[in-house]
């Protein structure tokens, strides 16, 4: 069975601290994501990464940073936290770079930024 | 990337069928729809994909009508783990990239 699992279920941060969320799956897959979910807003996505050491902005890249040193391994970073930076994260990945292709997606991290 | 539209959300019984129907009158030639569901606390998981007519899996079946301008997902009498937000897409096939649109989705609600 497919897995992404995400290194934290529950994150508390201060504002300022930097903060790095890992996120790795068991399929090869090429592509990996990271996507921040708030209330009323969806998923939208801040990174993406169609192989290892390459990436890709989003939709709301600031503020944030991706590594992606292996290929079954994607982090997020957050260089220095702020408050409005608390949601709930996660990450997917996909077999191939095509939009249609179904997206596997870890059970999250609820990061909280005070 | 053509715009969705579904209701907020829906209650329904146990036992009972679900029809949840998403409008996408801008949908392109070489677009698909997609459904996930998300459940509390986890992150979303594919549930159907489709292009026309009828897909149906062990999960749910999902219409879709000659113009293509709306789809209605069916989900077989509802059990109360059935309660989640269900989101549909259109997502356009053969195309890379960051295609994938999440809107707010529609909440089921399944009560005993």
């Known amino acids: 069975d497919v897995k992404v699992t995400q290194s934290s279920r529950y994150l508390v941060k201060r504002t300022g601290e930097k903060v790095f969320l890992e996120c790795v799956q068991d399929?090869?897959?090429?592509?990996m994501f990271w996507y921040r979910q708030d209330p009323g807003l969806g998923l939208r996505l801040i990174y993406f990464?169609?192989?290892?050491?390459?990436?890709e902005k989003g939709d709301i890249p600031e503020g944030y940073s991706v590594s992606r040193e292996k290929k079954e391994r994607f982090s997020l970073i957050l260089e220095s936290a702020s408050t409005n930076q608390t949601s709930m994260y996660l990450c997917a990945s996909s077999s191939s770079g095509q939009a249609a292709d179904t997206q596997y997606f870890g059970p999250g991290t609820r990061l909280t930024v005070l | 990337l053509a715009k969705t539209t579904q209701p907020i959300s829906m209650d329904s019984y146990e036992g009972q069928e679900v029809n949840i129907t998403c409008s996408h009158n801008n949908i392109a030639t070489n677009d698909y729809i997609t459904w996930y569901q998300q459940f509390p606390s986890q992150g979303p998981r594919f549930i159907i994909q489709?292009?026309?007519t009828k897909v149906t899996n062990e999960v749910a079946s999902l219409f879709i009508p000659a113009d293509r301008k709306s789809s209605t997902l069916s989900l077989p009498r509802v059990s109360l783990s059935d309660t989640a937000v269900y989101y549909c897409l259109v997502v356009p096939r053969g195309e890379y990239g960051n295609k994938l649109v999440f809107g707010a989705g529609t909440i089921l609600r399944v009560k005993s």
């Open positions: 990464s169609y192989d290892v050491k390459m990436k």
């Open positions: 489709g292009y026309k």
């Open positions: 399929m090869d897959h090429e592509n």
